[in-house]
């Protein structure tokens, strides 16, 4: 711990100590009471870190759509298997400016401490092996300077509650942060935030009526009337159209979890790149990493273009040739799959 501090130690009086040479250096007679009155106060500043009394934490929850809700210390209920963030606030109340030092790293920046129902949880295997390398050995990588003046609030970084725990099963919560400023010196403590996690609801059921189709959005239909020409670099649109009679409400805006192609050429199914076939395979493991959004809905008796596609994205760059493509959507966190797009027939150009 003693090195990590150190290093962010340093960093305050080396900027202290530059800025005002700068400021003394045209004044005869004075530079050298002027440097042993900053190593003194410098001195000082790092003994006053080590009992940061005139620092507060402030943990609020992040700004969220779903529901729609300012920041706050009770947020409502997050659903199993979200992303859970917090925002971690500074302020500093006895100097007219207090640089500090930024690692921009969790490992090295704080420690949460969470409950769940009054009893402690502890880190993630992965979390904790970091945490205890952040104790051992001094931070490298981007540091940022953050300028604190008196009473202003600053945010200083991001509480990934997923990041440290995993995802939170249902139940109810209380996170603290702790900081420290500097070597071996007393934490300072954030307020509390209390929160809850519910299970995920039962998905719904997709309407008789909800289809999907695939739309080039450049495509050139020839004389057939039934091959589209395009590049491989050419978009496609997913659209919905919903002729039921009800209206069908659409989360999850993340295509590759929502999308489910199927090319065939030749009569062989061609495979996703490899990295996009890992992607797919970890969003489907872990929803937390899924792209949802506030409640979208499609009226009944009309449709949507709900997204753009690139199918270079899925499969690389395509040789060209006659291909049949096919789509199936899912429109919520571990919801159905509608049925199955109309074929359509593409004819990958030069």
Avoid at 16 to 37: F, H, I, K, N
Avoid at 185 to 196: I, M
Avoid at 197 to 219: C, E, F, K, N
Avoid at 232 to 256: G, K, P, T
């Amino acid at each position: 711990m003693c090195k990590r501090w150190f290093g962010v130690c340093v960093i305050i009086v080396g900027l202290s100590l530059t800025v005002c040479s700068q400021g003394t250096a045209d004044q005869p007679g004075t530079s050298q009471s002027t440097q042993e009155q900053i190593i003194a106060a410098n001195k000082l500043r790092a003994e006053q870190l080590k009992h940061p009394t005139f620092i507060s934490l402030k943990l609020i929850s992040q700004r969220r759509d779903t529901p729609r809700e300012d920041p706050s210390t009770t947020p409502s209920p997050y659903v199993a298997g979200d992303v859970i963030s917090f925002q971690l606030l500074i302020t500093q109340s006895q100097f007219d400016e207090l640089m500090l030092a930024n690692h921009m790293s969790p490992s090295y920046e704080y420690r949460p401490d969470l409950s769940k129902d009054g009893s402690p949880l502890s880190y993630t295997k992965d979390a904790q092996e970091k945490a205890e390398i952040a104790e051992r050995r001094a931070p490298s990588g981007s540091v940022s300077m953050v300028q604190l003046r008196p009473n202003r609030e600053v945010k200083w970084t991001d509480v990934n509650i997923n990041y440290w725990y995993g995802s939170l099963a249902p139940g109810h919560y209380q996170l603290t942060v702790r900081k420290h400023f500097a070597p071996d010196g007393d934490w300072a403590e954030s307020n509390p935030v209390t929160f809850d996690v519910v299970a995920r609801g039962r998905p719904s059921s997709i309407p008789d009526g909800v289809t999907v189709r695939l739309v080039p959005q450049r495509g050139q239909t020839p004389s057939n009337g039934q091959t589209y020409q395009m590049s491989s670099d050419d978009y496609l649109d997913v659209v919905i159209a919903n002729d039921s009679d009800q209206s069908v409400r659409i989360n999850v805006i993340d295509s590759y979890y929502g999308n489910r192609f199927q090319l065939f050429k030749d009569g062989k199914l061609v495979p996703y790149l490899e990295e996009t076939a890992k992607l797919i395979e970890s969003k489907d493991a872990k929803s937390s990493s899924v792209d949802v959004v506030s409640d979208l809905f499609i009226k009944p008796k009309n449709s949507s273009q709900l997204e753009g596609v690139n199918l270079k994205k899925w499969y690389g760059p395509l040789s060209p040739g006659i291909y049949h493509l096919t789509d199936r959507r899912r429109f919520e966190i571990g919801g159905p799959w509608t049925k199955d797009s109309p074929e359509l027939v593409i004819e990958i150009v030069p």
